[in-house]
């Protein structure tokens, strides 16, 4: 187990000419559970394999509990990796694959056995020890790749590059909670790249959202949830996204078309102009009076547990997550209520305040 951090880290693969992941610092500390989560090309990948070492990064030190190891190559830095896809020797069963990190590092027999015995049965592998991985489905194979990195218990890091990406969707959720409480006993510290934010989500203690070969925030799901700091977390997290328009700011007062939603809050006072303005659809809300922004209902999707209702107001397009009885139909005119808490603004993307929308007129 480990703490890792980074100072500065960043990476080139073009001698410098534009970078797949720009300088960043962070401290992840020893037996957490951390989630890379991102859309692809963002960097994920470039970041992990910075920390395995199988890149050496372009700038910047990387430290294991302050042991600088960016000139260590992987063998040296004794972490685990498992790979989007499988990663196996076809000479050897599945039991000899999996017990191969083991015998390479001198463990006894017997504790070999008893190891590989328990992470088969973690990972519903048990019946096919004796298979050459080959003759198994691309699914097994994965599950034995992971199995090879979940095997060393003296490991100061496990790193999983997008693990389950060929697994079925039902055992992906088994397997993830499995994962979970594994973790929850051996405190490895774990690195987890995903670009489903529902895994990175369920699984991590905390999960930093990258875009274009930035972090844009970090924090827990609830955090990334109800606090994003950037239009981009408030656009990739949640299902659907985050509902955004254009508005102006004037005097403090938050205004969208012609209509004004509320006043602006903000620790140092937000300057006169354009703004975006920021709601999940779990905050919006609709009413037949009222004088909110007036919208016209486009479509109702019902989905069991909730219903999505899609509304069109002349300054754009809304998402309102409403109950499963609640009866808007297609056609009606409404108006829209913000939730004061959770209305966001946002200025170069980064948010700047807040709207108190009982401050509307
Ligand atoms: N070996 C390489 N040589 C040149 N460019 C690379 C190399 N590997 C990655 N890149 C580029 O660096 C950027 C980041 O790639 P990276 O593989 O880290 O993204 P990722 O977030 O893991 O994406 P994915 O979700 O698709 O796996 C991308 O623009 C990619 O094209
Ligand atoms: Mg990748």
């Known amino acids: 187990m480990a703490e890792i951090r980074l100072e500065n880290v960043g990476h080139s693969y073009d001698g410098g000419a534009t970078f797949a992941l720009n300088p960043i610092s962070l401290t992840w500390k020893d037996g957490n559970a951390v989630a890379l989560l991102g859309p692809s ?45 499988p990663v196996l020797y076809d000479t050897m069963t599945v039991r000899e694959n999996l017990a191969f990190p083991l015998k390479n590092r001198n463990v006894e027999k ?87 934010q529902t895994e990175a989500l369920t699984f991590a ?59 602006a809050e903000s620790k140092s006072p937000i300057a006169n102009g354009n703004i975006r303005i920021g709601i999940r659809p779990e905050f919006l809300s609709l009413s037949t009076s009222g004088n909110g922004v007036a919208v016209k209902i486009n479509r109702v999707e019902n989905r069991g547990g909730y219903k999505l209702v899609h509304a069109d107001a002349k300054e754009g397009k809304y998402v309102a997550k409403l109950a499963t009885d609640s009866n808007f139909t297609a056609g009606q005119s409404a108006h829209l209520e913000f939730d004061s808490q959770r209305t966001y603004l946002f200025r170069d993307s980064k948010v700047c305040g807040t709207v108190n929308t009982k401050g509307a007129k």
């Open 205 to 263: 203690d905390e999960v930093l959202v990258l875009n274009q070969g930035s972090i844009v925030q970090s924090g827990t799901a609830s955090d990334l949830f109800l606090t994003p700091e950037h239009e981009f977390v408030g656009f990739f997290i949640g299902s659907p996204g985050m509902n955004f328009l254009d508005g102006k700011v004037f005097d403090g007062a938050v205004i969208v078309g012609s209509t004004q939603i509320g006043t």
């Open 41 to 85: 090309g963002c960097g994920k990948t470039t970041l992990l394999n910075i920390i395995s070492g199988l890149l050496t990064p372009s700038v910047g030190r990387v430290y294991f509990d302050d042991v600088d190891v960016t000139d260590l190559d992987t063998a040296k830095r004794n972490v685990a990796q498992v790979f989007q896809f």
């Open 110 to 196: 017997d504790a070999i056995s008893a190891r590989v015995e328990e992470i088969a049965e973690l990972l519903g592998i048990s019946k096919y020890l004796d298979i050459r991985p080959l003759k198994l489905r691309s699914d097994l194979q994965q599950l034995v790749s992971l199995g090879r990195g979940l095997v060393r218990k003296d490991v100061p890091a496990i790193l999983f590059d997008e693990p389950l990406t060929v697994i079925d969707q039902n055992f992906k959720w088994t397997l993830r909670g499995r994962l979970k409480e594994m973790h929850n006993t051996t405190r490895h510290t774990l690195v987890y790249v995903t670009h489903d």
